[in-house]
């Protein structure tokens, strides 16, 4: 039997094949699970991973082993549907989902995955790999980096910390801060120091004094 979901965990930890899957700990912390997607189990030792697209086509594409390789794994493999070819295949549950969110989307592997975790209600989402390097650049990535930024949104709703890597370009613009109109300056302790300065509009006064917010721990 697939293992079960648990409840609570310290961190649940979602992996992809980006750049910054290098800097996740190939020893995992304790009171923690590690999802992955598709191959990430061959980079990674994943307590769950999720095929969400069909899965011949994700063989096929990006694993030629993926089905006789995961078979002798003991990790559960999740994707929509059943298939009776895997030996620990676990139907996404895709009704308990929608029931729990409601008004939802999926545009990626990822973003079930997210959905799934908030469910089991753990202290920390931690992604690496999950970077959406082309999010500014691409149709595709830049809908998939919307969505999942939805689903980021949703877990700090519900009280979870997010943990993104440093090459990860979720809730951020390429080469944009990600405060509006603020500069950004970051010390060694990894938290921001914002200032604000206003500038002449047309000639008119300034708009507002310039100041600053010492300190604010802006880590996400």
Request: with cysteine.
């Amino acid at each position: 039997m697939p293992k079960e979901l648990v409840k609570d965990l310290g961190n649940i930890y979602i992996l992809g094949r980006g750049a910054s899957l290098v800097r996740c700990s190939v020893a995992k912390p304790e009171n923690s699970e590690y999802w992955g997607c598709n191959n990430v189990y061959r980079a990674r030792d994943v307590d769950r991973l999720f095929v969400m697209n069909d899965l011949f086509a994700t063989q096929f594409n990006r694993d030629k082993d993926l089905i006789k390789t995961v078979n002798e794994k003991d990790f559960p493999v999740y994707t929509l549907g059943k298939y009776d070819v895997l030996r620990n295949n676990v139907a996404y549950p895709m009704k308990e989902v929608i029931d729990e969110f409601g008004k939802a989307y999926f545009l990626n592997n990822t973003c079930y995955m997210v959905a799934l975790a908030i469910m089991q209600k753990p202290k920390n989402l931690t992604f690496f790999g999950v970077d959406l390097t082309f999010g500014n650049k691409s149709e595709y990535f830049r809908e998939a980096k919307a969505c999942l930024e939805f689903w980021l949104g949703v877990a700090v709703g519900r009280g979870i910390i997010i943990h993104l890597a440093q090459e990860s370009t979720l809730l951020r613009r390429i080469n944009r801060t990600k405060f509006y109109w603020w500069k950004e300056i970051l010390d060694e302790t990894h938290s921001y120091t914002l200032q604000l300065e206003p500038e002449y509009l047309w000639g008119r006064n300034k708009c507002a004094e310039k100041y600053s917010i010492q300190r604010l721990d802006c880590r996400v």
